[in-house]
């Protein structure tokens, strides 16, 4: 993969990122907000922080568990998510829709992730 690329993907993956913890601030910041909205602000403030460091230690010691680790971190927070879009039971078309793009947006923090880990292992 070329640098430009690479610059790219992690370009993504900060913004991603930052808009996770934008998310979930601003879910904190509410006021009157019931449990579990301030439980899906919590959990995004620090995935997307979370996701931020993991992203600054792959560019400094890159080690491949940096990518399972992202990629578990990933699959907790969509956990989260479709749980709390379970309303009645059924998950509606618009937020299948958000769901899809949740799930687009967090594999762009893992690929950044695992494409840091591959380009500086073979530095």
């Known amino acids: 993969m070329s640098a430009a690329k690479l610059i790219v993907w992690n370009i993504l993956s900060i913004v991603v990122s930052v808009l996770f913890v934008f998310h979930g601030a601003s879910l904190l910041v509410l006021g009157d907000t019931p449990a579990i909205l301030i439980l899906a ?66 594999t762009c923090n893992w690929l950044s992730v695992k494409y840091v880990v591959q380009f500086k292992s073979l530095a």
């Open 41 to 106: 602000g919590i959990v995004n403030v620090a995935y997307g922080a979370f996701s931020l460091i993991l992203l600054a230690l792959s560019w400094v010691k890159p080690r491949g568990v940096y990518a399972r680790i992202i990629l578990t971190s990933i699959f907790v927070l969509m956990v989260f998510q479709v749980v709390g879009s379970i309303d009645l039971g059924i998950i509606s078309g618009l937020e299948f829709a958000g769901l899809l793009i949740v799930f687009v947006m967090l």
